[in-house]
């Protein structure tokens, strides 16, 4: 299977450090656009013109407009983009919107610090088992005759990458190491590159 991966650039969310999860639709910031922009064309200059690769992208806001700049560096459509519930970014739940700060003075420690990863399930929210079967599922559903290129989020695509090339356990879960916004990861049979660094923050601040 060869899969390029990459992780949204920087939106207003993550630059307040609020919690965004799945289901907010959040713009990119100034910053985040130009992460975008430099991600399209490190993939442009890796890939080329028009590359016969199957796109797939979280239907989420800050992941579509990754999406549609990048699909511009690489000439393809924004509409090109085949969209995914499964690759949507963890369901934090009721912290939904909330600023990081104002949830760890209310419940204290959420996040271990040396993972960078949430460390408590957030109330009504999704825990990383989850979060791997939703993945599993697509990756199940892939024609892995077909290079695939996805952009998706933080703790998504550490799972993801978990899943591909194996991690350190995470409550049950393979998960892979923490990158940059704006990072690209091409996944070849089991064995993983970086095309591309991101400029962006790490941890799930950034999800």
Known sequence: MDIILARHAETVFNAAARMQGHMAHTPLTRAGIAQAEAMGAALAATLGSAPDR??????????????AIVGEHLGHPFFDWRQDDRLLEIDVGDWEGRYYADIVAEVGPIVDADRRLFSVCAPNG????????????WLA?????????????GITARVLRG??????????????GDAPQGTVFHIRNGVESVLHT???VQGVKAA
Do not use: N
């Open 163 to 176: 899943l591909l090339i194996g991690g350190t356990d995470w409550h049950g879960v393979k998960v892979a």
């Open 126 to 137: 999704e825990w990383f088992p989850a979060i791997a079967e939703r993945l599993t599922d």
């Open 54 to 67: 199957d796109l797939w992208v979280s239907p989420s806001g800050r992941t579509q407009q990754t999406a």
């Open 198 to 200: 991101g400029a962006g």
């Open 141 to 153: 559903q892939l024609d892995p005759a077909r290079p695939v290129l996805a952009i998706s989020h």
